[in-house]
């Protein structure tokens, strides 16, 4: 049925391929993070860069009732952070209204969450309060906005 | 904290529902542990089937009716088969390759795993959309029309196939909540069971040495792969558990049955549902299998109906939620014609799909396997054409998405060709062993399928 002559390279050559690609693997593991609880799970991937937005988001929903409203913001302004950050509150702020700063990489009309009750923005707190602090920590701050 | 735990928990659900199906003698050859590993991935099949049939049909998803429709829907196909007993497989001590195949095996999902739970495999897309979508009909109890047509949502592809949103509703909707964390375990929990499961699979058609071995390169090449693509969360890795089962089952001598082609059929339709590419790796499949066996016409027709039949009423259904609820027509955003190419973009595609390969361990993970494909094969058979024949198809319809794009597709290349060719590496992993056996088909057994 099988031809015997080329059995031991057809187990052979896959297994040294195994050995060499787990080789790499384990290579890859980032063995100091092992063990540890991360605190996003972004903390040791490519995407590190949006743990931060990940983790401040998700600690919103402490001070962020369901049905609140909700704009995202980077400081500085950026775009395609921002773009990112509006599907991270979809996702970790459910029940709440999110609206979008930013779509695609680009801004959108600040009508669009002009009427937002929580702004949260991630990274360094912004120069001008946008309202009262309800939420501050390493990665960055919530605020409840004056009523307009 | 403890949702967490019980939302991976919900995953012991799809087996319980496969099980009356497997339990069939009919797939006693496979042996245990395929058998139940089997169980989870046609589990997962008709509980996502019957989720979908419940949301055209505007019921709301309850866990226990859920739970009783599908283990009924499996009881009626078990039913159906009429086939007899297959012999159990042969119980021989595991040699020294099968012994070192099953530790790296072992030790390539151990790594995985390590990785994924330090945070170092998780997809954003995961959060982007897979994930969103579940947690959303979960709290809706169905799929949530309303959600998927809101202006600012277009990003989450509501047309994309409903199999991964469906089965993290289903576990969202027992444990609570989604737990996001949890989710990018199904990566290693998947490549788990492609390690437990695919050995007594290919074992039917290949030598136990040569199976294990084969096996192994393709479970370190899917965890080095999905450790530097990271897939974890997103619907790669549940795409690549069916293709793979699937394809290998195609392979096994009980696809010449009627109850190894449902079977296949039921693994061919998880892999499109799960993800967009799946149809066309399904469809390639099943149409290379059919060319293949030199089978009377009847008998391939038939063999056509079983293997293509869970996915024409899966993806109907799917298509029957989409239009009646006018938010997709078939695949599509709604932008550009079919045959609407950009050739003028062929160098830059090519250039930006070898980068990304390149980048993706090197390319390791795709060029061992090629290695290994070409030092074993001295001949090309039909059999070794069968997965290389899937491979190129696959290939074909990739590069014909990216074509597509009427802006330069570099950027979208760069985030998505590492894991969208990872099947390629699956298939040429799998072409090495069915390269030097000498049946023609891809069942090694016979040369023609037993007439009825």
Redesign the interface.
């Given at each position: 049925?099988?031809?015997r002559r080329?059995?031991p390279?057809?187990?052979?050559?896959?297994?040294l391929?195994?050995?060499?690609?787990?080789a790499?693997?384990?290579a890859?593991?980032?063995w100091k993070?092992?063990g540890?609880r991360?605190?996003?799970?972004?903390?040791?991937?490519?995407?590190s860069s949006?743990g931060p937005g990940?983790a401040l988001l998700r600690d919103a929903a402490a001070v962020v009732p369901p049905g609140g409203s909700v704009v995202a913001f980077t400081e500085p302004r950026d775009p395609v952070s921002e773009t990112?950050y509006?599907?991270?509150a979809?996702?970790?702020l459910?029940?709440r209204r999110?609206l979008?700063a930013a779509?695609?990489g680009r801004f959108v009309d600040p009508a669009t969450w002009t009427d937002a009750e929580f702004v949260a923005v991630v990274g360094a707190r912004p120069a001008e309060p946008p309202g009262e602090l309800v939420l501050s920590t390493t990665d960055g701050t919530v605020w409840r906005r004056r009523p307009r | 904290m403890r949702d967490g735990p019980v939302w991976l928990s919900a995953f012991l659900l799809p087996p319980l529902i496969g099980a009356p199906l497997l339990a069939h003698p009919a797939f006693r050859r496979l042996g245990r542990a395929s058998r139940a590993i089997l169980s989870g991935g046609v589990g997962t099949v008709i509980v996502s089937f019957s989720m979908t049939v419940f949301a055209v049909a505007g019921v709301r998803w309850s866990l226990p009716i859920l739970f009783l429709a599908s283990v009924f829907l499996a009881s009626l196909l078990r039913l159906a088969l009429r086939e007899a007993p297959s012999p159990p497989p042969e119980r021989q001590p595991p040699g020294a390759a099968t012994r070192a195949a099953g530790t790296l095996a072992g030790l390539a999902v151990l790594t995985a795993l390590l990785a994924t739970a330090a945070g170092a495999a998780s997809s954003s897309d995961l959060v982007f959309f897979w994930g969103a979508k579940a947690q959303q009909y979960a709290a809706a109890r169905t799929v949530d029309a309303r959600f998927l047509s809101e202006p600012f949502l277009q990003y989450m592809h509501a047309y994309y196939p409903p199999l991964v949103t469906n089965l993290y509703a289903l576990a969202s909707m027992a444990a609570g909540r989604m737990c996001w964390t949890a989710a990018t375990l199904i990566f290693p929990a998947l490549l788990a069971a492609l390690a437990l499961g695919l050995p007594g699979v290919l074992r039917t058609s290949s030598r136990a040495a040569e199976s294990a071995a084969a096996c192994a390169l393709i479970v370190c090449a899917i965890a080095y792969l999905g450790m530097e693509a990271d897939i974890g969360g997103n619907g790669e890795m549940p795409l690549l558990f069916f293709e793979t089962m699937g394809i290998a089952l195609l392979f096994s001598p009980a696809s010449e049955g009627a109850a190894g082609q449902i079977l296949a059929g039921l693994l061919l339709c998880g892999a499109a549902c799960a993800k967009v590419e799946g149809l066309p790796f399904a469809l390639s499949a099943i149409g290379l299998f059919l060319w293949a066996r030199r089978g009377d016409a009847k008998w391939r027709g038939a063999a056509a109906i079983r293997l293509l039949g869970p996915t024409t009423a899966s993806l109907a259904a799917w298509f029957t939620f989409g239009a009646t609820r006018r938010l997709f027509h078939g695949y599509s955003d709604g932008g550009g014609r079919f045959l609407d190419l950009h050739p003028e973009h062929a160098g830059l595609v090519a250039r930006a799909i070898g980068r990304s390969l390149v980048a993706t361990g090197y390319g390791l993970p795709y060029l061992i396997p090629l290695l290994c494909f070409l030092i074993s094969a001295r001949r090309l058979t039909r059999r070794s054409a069968f997965p290389l024949g899937v491979a190129a198809a696959l290939i074909g319809f990739l590069l014909f998405t990216y074509l597509h794009r009427a802006e330069d597709p570099s950027m979208w290349i760069s985030w998505s060709a590492a894991r969208v060719f990872s099947p390629v590496a699956m298939l040429l992993a799998l072409a090495a062993p069915s390269a030097v056996a000498s049946t023609e088909g891809p069942g090694p057994r016979t040369e023609r399928p037993p007439r009825r």
């Open positions: 049925m099988h031809d080329s059995t390279v057809v187990v052979l050559a896959p297994l391929g195994s050995a060499i690609l787990l790499f693997a384990a890859s593991v980032p993070a092992v540890r991360p605190r996003t799970p972004f903390d040791a991937s490519a995407a949006v990940y990112y509006h599907r991270f979809i996702s970790l459910p029940g999110i979008p779509l695609y | -």
